[in-house]
Every structure is written in C-alpha cells, then in structure tokens.
C-alpha cells in the first residue's frame, strides 16, 4: 500500500515517536511510505535520517483549514496513497477534507483519552470523513464509543509498540550516563521522562520524592523533559530541600543512552483525560525496569501489578512515595519486575507487533487485499 503518515503538531514527544516508528516498520513490511508535519520540524528530519519520504506542510492556523487540506489533498493524489493516517486534530480535519470524495481511506489516531469531538466541524469529521479510529488502549476506545457516539466497529485498539534497545548500547550508555549524572555504582535512579505540563503530575512526583528521601539517602531522580513548569518546578524542589536529589535534564533527543541508566522508572500522570498509552513507559519496560506509575489512560494495561511494577492512586504523594520505597528497598525485587517488564514488551509491545496490528486495519477498508507479510 501507499500510506501517509500526517502530524500536525509543534513537539516532539511520544505521538510524534509513533509516527516515526510506525513508518520505519511498515516501510519495513513492504509498503509505500511517507510522513507529513510542520517544515524544520523534528520529525523529518528523523524520518529523513530513515530514509522515509518527507513531505513539509504548515499545518497552523484555524482560517486556513481549507487551504492546508486542499495542499494535503493535491499530495493524495499525487502519491496516490490508498491511506492517509493523521494522528493530531488540526491535521484529522485537514486529513478528513482531503481524502472526501477519492479513493484514499483516512485512519485517523487518537492518544489520549479525552472527546475529540468539540464542534459541528469535529462531527462531520468523525462521523463522515473518517473511514477508522486507531486508538492505543481500550480506555481511549471507551472515550470515543461514549462521549463521541462513535460506533464500536469503527474503532480498533492498537498498543503503541517500540524498537528493541540494543544491548552493547545500552551497557555502554549506562556506564556513561550515571556518570554524567554523578551517581556511584550504589546510587538507585529513578528515572522520569515526560513534559513538564500539569497532567503529567510532576508536583506529585516531587512530594512523593521528598517522602522518599527521608528514608532512602542514596537515590536520584532525573527528570527529563521541558515545558510551562519547569521554572515552578525548580522552586518547589528547592522549598522540599530536595534539589540534591532531583536533576531536571530538560529536552534529550537520545533517550536511548537515558534508560540504561535508571534502576527504576516512574510515571506520576493524573487523570485529567489527557494520558492514555505513554511511550516512555514502554521504553522503561523495553529497557527491562520495575515500573511505578499511577492508574490513569491505559496505563493498567502497560503494568503487572506486583510483578513488573505497582499501579497507585494518582495525585496521592503518599501512595507514590510507599510504592517507590517498597522496590527500592528489595534488590531482588528490582530483578524480578525488570524481568516481569521485559517480557510484557516482548509479548505485547514491539514496534513489529504494532506495524502488523495497524497494517490489518488498513487491510480492513480494502477487501480482498492480501497482507504483505513480515518485517523485512
């Protein structure tokens, strides 16, 4: 097939990953494709670094909807793509005008679990410009089934997968890493990769991480990520009088040297319908870490309570706290759910499986097409 992979966005965090990911194995099955965002933007750069095809359009500004999705529709046909998959709203709309009226199917991709139906244009769009909904969990599912009144057939699940780290890699990254952070070979990192944004719940994080500290002295916990807090965040760990434990790394583009490094991984999201299937869980269970996160999105399904890592209430410092000390006080329990988390990625959650789930929903609007096969 010919496939358009589209993102509207200005960041580059886990949907914009996906994107990446995505494209990489389905070029890998066989398939035509290409990648669409905002000019100089991250992700094509990335994607040219792939060699996957890179098509630049300005997806910005409310009164020019029209004029971005008559550009987007001139590349269908150009490419002559039989899939266009957005996976932001600006370019699900644009996505949704383009592809009316030709022989493209549009996929729209949601990730995160809140409406995406907020006016007339967002419901023509759902219910008449969308041929299906791929969303990462089934608590996206839920969302879009009972706030959207989208039909159930017209949406799939599909866990967000990534690549398998490589090992030499990794023990190299670990030794350098820690020593750039100045840990010792007795530091325990807990790590946390996310945007300094509200609903990741960092200010949590920070009050879980002054509980900690009052019992465990030889942890760390990088932060890495930028955003609107990062300023309040600083401050609030330096009234808690943890500033010595906590670095705020800001923005890294190789997360691959960063979680060899970590003993233990952390997610403190809340639930403000925002978080559904975070990538950077799935990198920690890739990187065979216990995980302790909170019960938000379709963060459940990323989680063997008690065997890969423990699930807590979100916006609950004590209960993040009480968790994170019970894996950080028991070696072998960090072997074990490390363990446990490898094999939940390797079962579930490989860039491979996701490609090959995506793929059988392209084939679904396409009778009669046969499969391309495996990664090449």
């Known amino acids: 097939m010919k496939i358009l992979l589209t993102n509207s966005t200005d960041i580059y965090a886990g949907g914009e990953d996906y994107v990446l990911t995505l494209a990489r194995h389905l070029g890998r099955r066989g398939h035509s494709v290409a990648v669409s965002a905002l000019p100089g933007h991250l992700l094509l750069a990335k994607c040219q670094g792939a060699g996957i095809l890179t098509i630049p359009i300005d997806y910005r500004g409310m009164d020019r909807v029209f004029a971005v999705a008559l550009e987007l529709r001139r590349q269908l046909k150009a490419l002559d793509l039989d899939v266009v998959h957005s996976n932001a709203n600006y370019d699900r709309t644009c996505a949704a005008i383009a592809s009316a009226f030709t022989g493209t199917r549009h996929v729209a991709g949601v990730h995160s679990t809140h409406s995406i139906q907020h006016n007339i244009t967002h419901r023509l769009r759902n219910h008449y410009g969308t041929d299906h909904f791929i969303t990462d969990a ?170 890969s890592g423990y699930l807590v209430r979100p916006d609950d410092p004590a209960a993040l706290a009480e968790a994170l000390g019970k894996v950080l006080g028991a070696a072998e329990l960090r072997v074990s759910m490390g363990n446990g988390s490898r094999r939940l990625f390797e079962q579930n959650y490989h860039a491979a499986v996701m490609a090959e789930r995506v793929e059988r929903v392209y084939l679904s609007l396409f009778p009669g097409r046969p499969s391309s096969g495996t990664d090449q």
Not at 280 to 298: D, E, F, H, K, Q
Request: net charge negative.
């Open 138 to 307: 089934e608590a996206g599912k839920e969302v879009l089934i009972r706030e959207d009144r989208l039909p159930s057939w017209k949406i799939t699940a599909v866990p967000i997968g990534i690549e398998d780290p490589d090992q030499d890699i990794s023990r190299r990254s670990r030794i350098e890493t820690r020593r750039e952070l100045g840990a010792s070979a007795d530091t325990l990192v807990v790590g946390n990769v996310a945007r300094l944004v509200p609903f990741k719940g960092h200010r949590v994080l920070l009050d879980a991480i002054a509980r900690v500290t009052r019992s465990f002295t030889n942890v760390l916990f990088p932060i890495v990520g930028d955003g609107e807090l990062l300023q309040e965040l600083q401050d609030q760990a330096s009234r808690l009088g943890i500033g010595s434990y906590v670095r705020f790394l800001g923005f890294r583009d190789n997360l691959e040297s960063i979680y060899p490094a970590f003993d233990l991984y952390c997610h403190s999201s809340l639930d403000m319908a925002s978080e559904m299937f975070p990538i950077a869980i799935l990198r920690s269970l890739a990187a065979g870490l216990p995980v302790v996160c909170t019960n938000v999105g379709g963060i459940a399904a990323m989680v063997e309570e008690g065997v």
